[in-house]
């Protein structure tokens, strides 16, 4: 009796630390990205992306890693705050702390769209000078080189009628990202979305890279296999982190930060993702 109390005592602490380190040990994932579009001057161009913080407070230990990466350009894909549970100081304040690194293009995500504190969110986003590209367009110029960086709200808000709430979505997604590419100048594009189970309506648009978060990276991932459970894919989801390329269309999907309903990462470390640009030399 006395070894299995023993025993009982001792998985309870070692699970318990296990997911501590699981949901706050944050790791940075680095991508390179090629494309014949970007000038040789992108060269080495980082961009760091940042989603799905859902109001989780690190401590500042971010900060450091952040300063640590320099980035040149922040991009953050959707749910700074958790609508269940919003603070909007703790978003705030984690931006503040960043926002000297480099320049911020921001997106909402649904928990963004839901909240009813996402007005004073955005105006304290902008306070700061942060790019909300909620359904804009704005040009980059970089080394005297011009890209394209647009956002699309989150459609969280969408009456359906009773219609399928993905059907709704991707109607949404099809009017919104065929307005911001009409208003496009730019040959190259970047798309912040929060919805990474559009890529269909991306790649249709020839977006040329997106970023994307909501999936939490299937929250629990079996080691092999992937991510078990996404909002709005399912079971077993396709696109839960990575670089994922169809056609001539690249999304990146980052893991995320926080957590939202549930409450735990299990093999799903909390994560910064890094994506290096790099124009491609054509042989001729």
């Given at each position: 009796?006395?070894?299995?109390?023993?025993?009982?005592?001792?998985?309870?602490?070692?699970?318990?630390?296990?997911?501590?380190?699981?949901?706050?040990?944050?790791?940075?994932?680095?991508?390179?990205?090629?494309?014949?579009?970007?000038?040789?001057?992108?060269?080495?161009?980082?961009?760091?992306?940042?989603?799905?913080?859902?109001?989780?407070?690190?401590?500042?230990?971010?900060?450091?890693?952040?300063?640590?990466?320099?980035?040149?350009?922040?991009?953050?894909?959707?749910?700074?705050?958790?609508?269940?549970?919003?603070?909007?100081?703790?978003?705030?304040?984690?931006?503040?702390?960043?926002?000297?690194?480099?320049?911020?293009?921001?997106?909402?995500?649904?928990?963004?769209?839901?909240?009813?504190?996402?007005?004073?969110l955005k105006e304290e986003l902008i306070k700061l000078g942060v790019n909300v590209l909620d359904n804009?367009?704005?040009?980059?110029?970089?080394?005297?080189?011009?890209?394209?960086?647009?956002?699309?709200?989150?459609?969280?808000?969408?009456?359906?009628?009773?219609?399928?709430?993905?059907?709704?979505?991707?109607?949404?997604?099809?009017?919104?990202?065929?307005?911001?590419?009409?208003?496009?100048?730019?040959?190259?594009?970047?798309?912040?979305?929060?919805?990474?189970?559009?890529?269909?309506?991306?790649?249709?648009?020839?977006?040329?890279?997106?970023?994307?978060?909501?999936?939490?990276?299937?929250?629990?991932?079996?080691?092999?296999?992937?991510?078990?459970?996404?909002?709005?894919?399912?079971?077993?989801?396709?696109?839960?982190?990575?670089?994922?390329?169809?056609?001539?269309?690249?999304?990146?999907?980052?893991?995320?930060?926080?957590?939202?309903?549930?409450?735990?990462?299990i093999f799903n470390r909390p994560e910064l993702v890094v994506v290096e640009l790099n124009g491609e030399?054509?042989?001729?």
């Open positions: 009796m006395k070894t299995n109390i023993l025993f009982i005592i001792f998985f309870v602490i070692a699970m318990t630390i296990f997911l501590m380190w699981q949901n706050n040990s944050v790791v940075v994932s680095k991508y390179e990205y090629r494309n014949s579009k970007l000038s040789i001057n992108f060269n080495g161009f980082k961009i760091l992306q940042i989603s799905d913080l859902h109001n989780k407070d690190f401590r500042g230990k971010l900060y450091d890693v952040i300063e640590g990466i320099n980035p040149d350009m922040i991009v953050i894909t959707g749910d700074l705050i958790d609508r269940r549970r919003t603070r909007v100081d703790i978003a705030v304040d984690f931006v503040r702390h960043i926002v000297n690194v480099a320049p911020i293009y921001y997106v909402s995500g649904n928990h963004e769209q839901l909240s009813t504190s996402y007005d004073k804009e367009y704005l040009i980059y110029n970089h080394s005297g080189e011009r890209i394209g960086i647009m956002g699309m709200a989150d459609p969280a808000l969408i009456y359906t009628e009773g219609n399928n709430f993905n059907d709704a979505n991707r109607v949404y997604a099809q009017g919104s990202i065929k307005e911001l590419c009409e208003s496009s100048s730019t040959e190259f594009n970047i798309l912040l979305s929060h919805r990474p189970e559009l890529i269909d309506v991306y790649k249709d648009a020839d977006i040329d890279l997106i970023f994307s978060g909501h999936a939490h990276g299937g929250q629990i991932r079996i080691p092999f296999i992937g991510g078990i459970l996404s909002p709005n894919q399912g079971f077993f989801p396709k696109y839960t982190e990575g670089m994922i390329t169809e056609d001539n269309t690249t999304m990146i999907v980052s893991r995320g930060l926080g957590n939202s309903l549930f409450p735990f990462r030399v054509i042989k001729h």
